[in-house]
């Protein structure tokens, strides 16, 4: 990734937000490295170097600005088949999963070779995997030494470090400085029982209006709204063990950054954890980029974000309870599915009370259960199907797996047509194509009644078709799931 160092510098010189996580700036003088928004006096033009990622900039010998933490920076959403390739990968990494298994299954896992992804990951970040991975665990043992309380050799084996002297080790090597030394250096109060972060995100971002898409379906006793502020249950598979828990968002204050609670039940899964509220709440998204596309659909509210689920099983039969009725009434649908083969959760909020069944569970069941509930059987029937197919291994949503083929096999399942393999592929796979151009709410905010002309319409609007359908949605007094 060539970064011109003239237009960088001018970017650093402005603070400009838009370039917070696109590149990093690393000052030989004092060999630290910062995000371009640091508001440290800008360095002299001669003692700076730019890097496509933090991994870059520590693999040359930097080591984290303690002011700006380039831990906390925005992620980059790319959209060309090599970015989407190796953003792909990074996420993955970011989760965790190259502390379970080797860079082989990574590839085979993104259906490619490991030296064609290596090649794709250097050129869009700057180091391999690897790399990469090992300055994510850094990081995130930094961001834990800050801002929690959990003792060192926890925080070394929720950052995927294997043993604490291998931790230890990195640690002063890369940043010079002891954890334990970092750990006193940090004067702050920290609830012994939740873990505070803060995850950023580049503006404009309408906060209000991604709230109100997720509280307009949020599934009873599973998730809920308490003012400006999101909550829900999780349940998630993390290094062969299953953590159970609860998380919250709500806007940071005076900064552009989500202030996100968990519980201390989640502290071993804390990589996978912070990764699916990212993609929740589509911090990567890049507005201006976006908007550019987008032209007049956007131009009104270039905030807008898609949310990603945080659990794509929920997600994709949250979106066959929605074929054909209205959002109310698909809500009500997801509570009673869930409350009936959910599993009780205790948590400090009245309005969390359980988690969302996983598809082990849905498949056994009968369709009698499920249509006992209210849901017609051939929903019943689709969702027992899914279910099988999730928890066998044949489809995974998820993002990062092919899009084309893993919608191939939703449709082949009874009771799932395009709509529904859309919206799965918009909301569980982050596809940010997908355009559910069936959909009634899209067909009425385009002022169309024919599918394949609305369809040929929204070709200006790729490669972000779902997010202008997030804004046809918001045009919409009520829009359509």
């Not at 917070?20 to 001669?46: A, H, L, M, Q």
């Amino acid at each position: 990734m060539y970064l011109d160092p003239d237009h960088c510098y001018r970017a650093l010189k402005a603070h400009d937000a838009r370039f917070d996580g696109r590149f990093f700036v690393g000052v030989s003088s004092t060999w630290i490295y910062c995000r371009p928004v640091c508001n440290v006096k800008t360095p002299k033009p001669e003692n700076c170097l730019f890097f496509p990622s933090a991994a870059a900039a520590e693999s040359a010998g930097f080591r984290p600005c303690l002011r700006c933490r380039p831990e906390l920076a925005p992620g980059n959403a790319g959209v060309d088949a090599s970015a989407r390739l190796a953003q792909a990968a990074a996420g993955l990494i970011e989760d965790g999963l190259l502390n379970e298994v080797g860079i082989e299954d990574l590839a085979h896992r993104l259906g490619v070779t490991d030296r064609h992804l290596r090649r794709v990951f250097q050129s869009e970040f700057g180091v391999s995997p690897v790399e990469f991975a090992q300055t994510q665990r850094l990081l995130l043992a930094k961001r834990l030494l800050t801002d929690t309380i959990i003792s060192v050799t926890n925080v070394a084996l929720a950052s995927g470090f294997g043993s604490l002297r291998r931790f230890n080790t990195l640690f002063k090597q890369r940043y010079r400085i002891n954890p334990s030394t970092l750990r006193k250096a940090v004067d702050r109060p920290c609830k012994i029982d939740v873990l505070e972060f803060q995850l950023g995100y580049r503006s404009p971002f309408d906060w209000n209006a991604l709230i109100s898409f997720l509280g307009k379906r949020a599934i009873h006793g599973v998730e809920y709204l308490d003012g400006k502020r999101y909550l829900r249950t999780v349940r998630i598979e993390h290094a062969g063990t299953t953590h159970f828990g609860w998380i919250s968002a709500a806007p940071a204050l005076r900064k552009p950054a989500v202030k996100v609670l968990m519980s201390a039940s989640l502290a071993a899964a804390i990589p996978p954890v912070l990764g699916r509220i990212k993609r929740l709440l589509d911090l990567a998204c890049d507005p201006s980029e976006i908007a550019a596309a987008l032209g007049v659909l956007a131009a009104h509210n270039p905030g807008l974000r898609v949310p990603v689920a945080f659990d794509g099983f929920e997600t994709a039969v949250r979106a066959i309870l929605g074929q054909q009725i209205t959002v109310k009434a698909a809500r009500t649908l997801a509570g009673r599915f869930a409350t009936a083969f959910g599993e009780p959760l205790e948590t400090p909020f009245e309005g969390l009370r359980y988690l969302f069944p996983p598809p082990q569970r849905v498949a056994i069941l009968g369709p009698s259960q499920i249509a006992s509930l209210g849901i017609i059987s051939s929903r019943a029937n689709a969702l027992i199907a899914l279910a099988r197919a999730v928890a066998d291994g044949d489809i995974r949503l998820e993002p990062g797996v092919d899009v084309e083929t893993t919608m191939k096999a939703l449709r082949a399942l009874p009771g799932i047509g395009e709509w529904t393999a859309q919206y799965i592929a918009m909301r569980a796979l982050a596809w940010p194509d997908a355009f559910p151009h069936t959909d009634y709410g899209v067909l009425k905010a385009m002022q169309q009644t024919n599918p394949r002309k609305a369809l040929e319409h929204a070709g200006r609007w790729q490669p972000w078709r779902a997010y202008a359908v997030m804004h046809l949605w918001h045009s919409l007094e009520k829009p359509k799931p």
